[in-house]
């Protein structure tokens, strides 16, 4: 798998649609590959739901619910808005080859059938012209597209789905411009009956640490033109594993956000089999104000409680030696999440270990203000030059103590350091699963709040 796709919420079921090559484990012609759950934390895959046709492979793009049937599919249809990638037009280096189409289902999601007016959108003489994310508006009363073109966003406008008019667009001369930008997503806050907006830009490459990553801007959209407070770049994540990611659309006032667990630099040869690439943990999105500034804040779902158990309250853990968890608790379970305080003026390091050597540490460098994950020695890193590394994050929160959890699975850590503003999301391909932390704080200095829980499954 690669992109998260078309995820929608409807009676009761979280759908999770992504990009999808069922017949190998490198990037190829995609589908729509689905699974459903009913908490965001359980998921059952479901049969394929949308294969290629006569105009393409189905790349990128959203779903919503038409609740008053605007498109005429049906009360409550479930629309999909994808971009069709025609190959063989591709050759034909006309630049004509994305386009945006639909599909719709009336059983819930089950069986999906293409609208037969496909495309919605033709492509204008744009390269790089997908990834479709569409919201209803309600100021304006219309529906919105937030497509990716090329190097910029363009919005488009339309009160049926099937009829689209381009309203404005947005990023020439402003943010990151390393890479190709793709799946955005528009989405916004409630502040104190003030909506504040967000607009989410992957790009690839062009990351802070290198190849693929999500940038975001804050501001204001009135239904035709989104205009950013400030010029500021900012990033949602600083590790190395997490693309592409996007929102759920129709959960009312929750912004429930999903990555792709990776990066194009490797993505197509990461040592697993017979699968490759997973999501990261379902985040609930907020926005925080700090030193006058917006930014987006993120933390694993609070459904996540139904399968965490407190293991250990370690309390405090003083600074100036090395604790092992491993020798004070015992091994530690194959998923587990640990939470801890520390003094942001002092340096600290966590590092997860196996027998074999192997390990990837997470920690500060109170002079830099720069949280980091080393993973230069975290197990397998031949598969490729790009992913051994130890990547930086900047501290956002001027709080005097820093509040971190890290949620680590057997291939991945996802932190969450001052209530979410900064996340670093990083995979490591161990032989062993690291059964032990180890904690080192500066003399002085102490871990407090000290939490371990078990994850099960
Ligand atoms: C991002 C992306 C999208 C595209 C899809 C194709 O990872 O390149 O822009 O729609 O993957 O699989």
């Given at each position: 798998m690669n992109d998260p796709n078309g995820m929608v919420y409807h009676n009761g079921t979280y759908h999770l649609f992504f990009q999808h090559n069922p017949d190998s484990t490198v990037w190829g012609p995609m589908h729509w590959g689905h699974a459903t759950s009913q908490d965001l934390v359980h998921w059952e895959e479901q049969p394929i739901a949308l294969y290629p046709d006569s105009l393409g492979t189905i790349f990128s793009g959203s779903a919503v619910v038409d609740k008053?049937?605007?498109?005429?599919?049906?009360?409550?249809?479930?629309?999909?808005i994808f971009t069709h990638h025609n190959h063989a037009i591709e050759q034909e280096k006309t630049g004509l080859h994305q386009y945006q189409s639909l599909a719709?289902?009336?059983?819930?999601?089950?069986?999906?059938?293409?609208?037969?007016?496909?495309?919605?959108?033709?492509?204008?003489?744009?390269?790089?012209?997908?990834?479709?994310?569409?919201?209803?508006?309600?100021?304006?009363?219309?529906?919105?597209?937030?497509?990716?073109?090329?190097?910029?966003?363009?919005?488009?406008?339309?009160?049926?789905?099937?009829?689209?008019?381009?309203?404005?667009?947005?990023?020439?001369?402003?943010?990151?411009?390393?890479?190709?930008?793709?799946?955005?997503?528009?989405?916004?806050?409630?502040?104190?009956?003030?909506?504040?907006?967000?607009?989410?830009?992957n790009l690839n490459p062009g990351a802070p640490n290198g190849g693929s990553g999500g940038?975001?801007?804050?501001?204001?959209?009135?239904?035709?033109?989104?205009?950013?407070?400030?010029?500021?770049?900012?990033?949602?994540?600083?590790?190395?594993?997490?693309?592409?990611?996007?929102?759920?659309?129709?959960?009312?006032?929750?912004?429930?956000f999903i990555g792709w667990m990776n990066n194009w630099d490797y993505a197509n040869v990461v040592p697993t089999n017979p699968w490759r690439s997973a999501t990261t943990l379902?985040?609930?999105?907020?926005?925080?104000?700090?030193?006058?500034?917006?930014?987006?804040?993120?933390?694993?779902?609070?459904?996540?409680?139904?399968?965490?158990?407190?293991?250990r309250d370690l309390a405090k853990v003083d600074g100036g030696e090395d604790v092992s968890l491993k020798t004070t608790v015992g091994k530690l379970p194959e998923t587990y999440r640990l939470d801890f305080t520390y003094p942001a003026d002092s340096d600290f390091k966590i590092t997860l270990k196996n027998d074999t050597g192997e390990w990837v540490a997470f920690g500060y460098v109170a002079a830099e203000r720069q949280f980091f994950i080393d993973r230069t020695q975290s197990g397998d890193v031949s598969f490729s030059d790009k992913f051994a590394s130890r990547d930086s994050a900047p501290r956002i929160?001027?709080?005097?103590?820093?509040?971190?959890?890290?949620?680590?699975?057997?291939?991945?850590?996802?932190?969450?350091?001052?209530?979410?503003?900064?996340?670093?999301?990083?995979?490591?391909?161990?032989?062993?699963?690291?059964?032990?932390?180890?904690?080192?704080?500066?003399?002085?200095?102490?871990?407090?709040?000290v939490n371990l829980y078990r994850i099960s499954r």
């Open positions: 008053d049937n605007t498109a005429g599919f049906g009360n409550d249809a479930l629309v999909a719709y289902s009336t059983d819930e999601g089950k069986t999906w059938t293409k609208y037969e007016g496909n495309p919605v959108l033709p492509n204008p003489g744009i390269w790089d012209f997908r990834d479709p994310k569409v919201m209803w508006h309600e100021g304006s009363g219309k529906w919105v597209m937030t497509l990716a073109t090329k190097q910029s966003i363009t919005f488009y406008g339309s009160p049926n789905l099937k009829d689209w008019t381009r309203l404005s667009e947005f990023g020439e001369s402003i943010g990151a411009h390393g890479g190709v930008w793709e799946c955005p997503d528009l989405i916004s806050f409630d502040d104190q009956g003030k909506k504040i907006w967000v607009l989410i830009v940038q975001y801007f804050v501001g204001d959209f009135d239904g035709t033109t989104f205009r950013p407070y400030d010029t500021d770049i900012r990033w949602l994540d600083f590790g190395r594993d997490n693309y592409a990611g996007v929102t759920w659309s129709n959960t009312g006032e929750r912004r429930i379902p985040r609930e999105l907020g926005v925080e104000k700090v030193n006058g500034k917006w930014y987006l804040i993120a933390q694993p779902v609070a459904e996540l409680s139904a399968i965490t158990t407190a293991m929160s001027g709080e005097p103590v820093i509040r971190a959890s890290l949620w680590v699975d057997v291939a991945s850590i996802e932190v969450f350091a001052d209530n979410g503003l900064t996340a670093m999301t990083t995979t490591f391909f161990p032989t062993q699963v690291y059964d032990d932390i180890v904690l080192q704080g500066q003399s002085g200095a102490a871990f407090a709040d």
